[in-house]
């Protein structure tokens, strides 16, 4: 990931307005703020949250509250929890996608 050229910026989430996503269950809040091809994101998974796709992006997730189940195509499976990251680049490993059983709010770079 090459961070493009922005100013200083200061991001107070709660005013940056979700958009919502629905997966194969649950749904997923998003917070979006886009700096060129740089995505930077809050996002909470409601309680029985699957995504609805396998994902080869690469992010950077940091969980800031509960628990995140990662899932690799491959068939590994990773149980992530507060405080806890997991880092990948774009098509770096089995595409993954994530649940959650209890809900999670996350921290996403990507």
């Not at 749904?27 to 909470?44: F, S, Y």
């Amino acid at each position: 990931m090459k961070l493009p050229a922005s100013p200083f910026t200061v991001t107070d989430w709660s005013k940056v307005e979700p958009t919502t996503h629905p997966g194969e269950t649950g749904e997923a809040k998003w917070r979006t703020l886009n700096i060129g091809d740089l995505r930077v994101r809050m996002v909470e998974y409601s309680p029985g949250y699957l995504a609805d796709h396998w994902c080869d992006r690469g992010h950077v997730l940091y969980v800031l509250q509960g628990e995140l189940d990662s899932e690799l195509r491959d068939g590994r499976k990773f149980k992530l929890t507060a405080g806890m990251s997991y880092q990948v680049s774009d098509f770096g490993d089995a595409a993954h996608r994530s649940s959650t059983a209890t809900g999670a709010t996350l921290f996403i770079v990507d």
